[in-house]
């Protein structure tokens, strides 16, 4: 029962990861797997470990990129199916026509068994891409989430009675250019929030059942003890409604003559910034043009270990089905400035296409995820998970767990 239980709470100690090997693993999913009404899930699990077993994730390489702990014990994480690995075993045998209907549905109730029992769900807020709409759609469905229901808190505590906590630091902008250096990351501000185990013990002690993190990953997550959630939207259109909302709200110049003033002034956020924030406190502050293909590659792996991926088009839909919210009153920002639409005319277009190929591993990484979010639709939408996405155990879901 240690990998089911590891699916559904995230609370088996790391340690034994190390130790089980995969016929362990099997072993204890099959002996689950005996009281389900079929054979077939447990068929398709029996297929995706014995493929698992052969993967080394941890043989991607760190020589020479200095990562943090996160990465050299990502392997960690992989000795059990994480719930999104059997999501997308299961949806190649829908893919392949082999999977049952029976399959979906036992599939939905360990979905929203491991939703129910995890301590909090986590989004990783990658900024301006409707991070917003979920903290407010998670306040409409009872969720307790750190600061209040407004568009400037995104529950992770940024009005005034929440800056004197170890609250989720934000990014602190250089707020016009200057010789005086780079952009300044703001570090977390307790070495108990650096983990993954002090961030979920901070969000017990206040009863958070919701929080989103607008920092770059801490040490070891996702982490085990949350629901952990990504949105994404692609990069160069993140990076351009940025720096409209920066320079609309003036806290960034826009007199950048040239791409290179841009990448000078703002480099975290015109340089790979999902990888950046994916592969934490070492990777983030690197200088503007030092992410490379490894940093990508382990970026995916990161990415592959979120429960859910979510787009920002189309959010609130996707929040409803895979989290049982209603979200209609969930309003986001709205920026309107044409100083993107000024820059283009001042810049040209080959200068404007200069800061989409500084960011081409971001779109890569963009894709990588659209990829992995097709897959995963191809279980939230078939009818046996609709079903379920409403009522679990007789008892319709409504939100977080009060």
């Not at 983990?195 to 997550?221: I, K, M, P, Y």
């Not at 409209?244 to 000078?264: G, I, R, Y």
């Not at 007789?394 to 939100?399: E, L, M, R, S, V």
Request: charged share 20%.
């Amino acid at each position: 029962m240690a990998a089911v239980n590891q699916l559904r709470y995230g609370t088996t100690p790391r340690s034994i990861g190390f130790v089980l090997s995969s016929i362990t693993v099997a072993f204890a999913l099959g002996w689950w797997l005996w009281g389900l009404r079929t054979n077939g899930f447990g068929a398709m699990l029996d297929t995706f470990l014995t493929e698992t077993s052969k993967a080394n994730l941890s043989s991607l390489g760190t020589a020479g990129l200095s990562l943090p702990r996160a990465q050299r014990t990502s392997s960690v994480h992989s000795q059990f199916p994480s719930l999104a690995d059997v999501r997308r075993s299961l949806s190649k045998r829908l893919e392949n026509a082999v999977a049952k209907h029976s399959e979906v549905a036992d599939y939905a109730l360990l979905h929203f068994d491991t939703l129910a029992v995890r301590q909090t769900l986590q989004l990783t807020h990658i900024m301006k891409s409707a991070g917003t709409v979920f903290c407010m759609c998670g306040w409409d469905n009872n969720c307790k989430a750190p600061g209040a229901r407004n568009v400037g808190s995104n529950c992770h505590g940024g009005n005034p009675e929440y800056k004197q906590l170890p609250a989720m630091p934000k990014p602190v902008h250089l707020l016009h250019p200057s010789p005086t250096g780079p952009s300044i990351w703001r570090r977390r501000v307790t070495d108990d929030t650096h983990t993954c185990e002090g961030l979920a013990s901070w969000h017990q002690r206040n009863g958070w059942t919701l929080g989103a993190d607008e920092n770059f990953l801490v040490d070891d997550a996702p982490c085990p003890q949350f629901f952990n959630i990504i949105i994404l939207r692609d990069p160069i259109e993140r990076l351009w409604s940025y720096l409209n909302m920066q320079v609309s709200l003036h806290f960034l110049s826009d007199a950048f003559k040239t791409p290179d003033d841009l990448f000078t002034a703002v480099p975290l956020h015109t340089d790979n910034y999902h990888i950046r924030v994916l592969l934490g406190e070492s990777v983030v502050g690197l200088p503007s043009g030092r992410i490379t293909e490894q940093h990508l590659e382990l970026a995916k792996r990161k990415l592959e270990q979120f429960e859910l991926i979510l787009l920002m088009e189309d959010l609130t839909d996707q929040l409803e089905r895979t989290l049982s919210w209603s979200c209609e009153n969930a309003k986001g920002r709205n920026n309107k400035h044409d100083w993107v639409a000024r820059l283009r005319n001042r810049w040209g277009q080959e200068q404007f296409d200069q800061v989409s190929a500084r960011n081409l591993l971001d779109a890569r990484l963009y894709m990588h995820g659209r990829a992995l979010h097709r897959q995963d639709w191809r279980v939230f939408s078939h009818p046996a998970f609709v079903q379920k996405s409403f009522c679990w155990n007789d008892t319709c879901i409504a939100g977080c767990r009060s």
